[in-house]
């Protein structure tokens, strides 16, 4: 297994905090947002990273030689951060996942080690992470089925049907990575670079079986706003992180 992180953007929304330094590489508590990611793959036993990398790229290498030299990363540069989004991310990675079954994350979440273990340990192939809640407009939200499974995913579903938020971590088998590049293929074909990969997850959802694992129990939290970063300041005090 090896995962996948997207950590191109620019976070336009946290300017001016964002103006000399990556968002993923903001400091929540002691460490950057994306060492409280890669210290929980660390606690699971994957140290094989893929990671899409554009705006700020090289702050990003060295702070991965200076702490992170047990981790072997691929890096995947999009040279077109600025106009795009994640789905043109992920689409990158099509030649790079080497067949494997993969944690796929954006880079902008910070949650505990016993989310990625809630993931890997569950009985299902393809699994989103969920917090059930009463959802906003600028959260990615999910429709659930029968039994756990999802029928609909994207911001535009509308808020009151929604069961919650999936919070940018997802574990999928290679066979579904396989359809889920083909499917971003045809979304990229079509224009759609600056959409998020979840409008290419959508369309297999009635042919392919995707679930979720309620993690509204633990301390996530994705980083969009001021607010947010303010917010988790407290989340990283939690006993999870300890």
């Known amino acids: 297994m090896k ?5 191109a953007g620019v976070s336009r929304r946290l300017y001016p905090l964002t103006y000399n330094t990556p ?3 903001l400091e929540i508590g ?48 999009n040279h077109h951060f600025f106009e795009t ?23 902008d979440v910070i949650f505990p080690p016993e989310l990625i273990k809630r993931l890997i340990k569950s009985k299902y192939k393809n699994v989103l992470a969920v917090e059930i809640k009463r ?10 089925g029968e039994d756990k499974r999802i029928v609909a995913i994207g911001k535009e579903l509308i808020q ?7 919070i940018g971590v997802a574990k999928f088998s290679k066979e579904f990575m396989n359809k889920f590049f083909r499917s971003l293929d045809q979304l990229i074909s079509a224009g759609g670079k600056t959409d998020y990969f979840e409008a290419a997850i959508d369309p297999l959802l009635s042919k392919n079986k995707i679930y979720f694992e309620d993690i509204s129990d633990l ?11 303010d917010a988790v300041q407290e989340l990283a005090k939690s006993k999870y992180y300890l």
């Not at 995962?3 to 950590?7: D, E, N, T």
């Not at 080497?98 to 994350?105: C, E, G, Q, S, V």
């Open 135 to 144: 959802c906003g407009r600028e959260e990615v939200k999910v429709i659930e």
């Open 30 to 77: 002691s460490k950057p947002i994306l060492d409280y990611q890669l210290d929980a793959l660390r606690t699971v036993g994957i140290n094989e990273i893929i990671i899409v990398l554009g705006y700020y790229k090289e702050m990003f290498v060295k702070h991965f030689q200076q702490f992170h030299h047990d981790f072997k990363f691929t890096i995947i540069t």
């Open 23 to 25: 968002k993923s590489l």
């Open 3 to 7: 995962a996948l992180i997207l950590s």
């Open 160 to 166: 009151e049907n929604s069961l919650g938020e999936f």
């Open 219 to 229: 301390p996530c939290r994705e980083i969009d706003f001021i607010e947010d970063l």
């Open 85 to 107: 989004n994640t789905a043109y991310s992920v689409w990158q990675c099509k030649d790079k996942t080497d067949n494997n079954d993969i944690i796929l994350m954006n880079a």
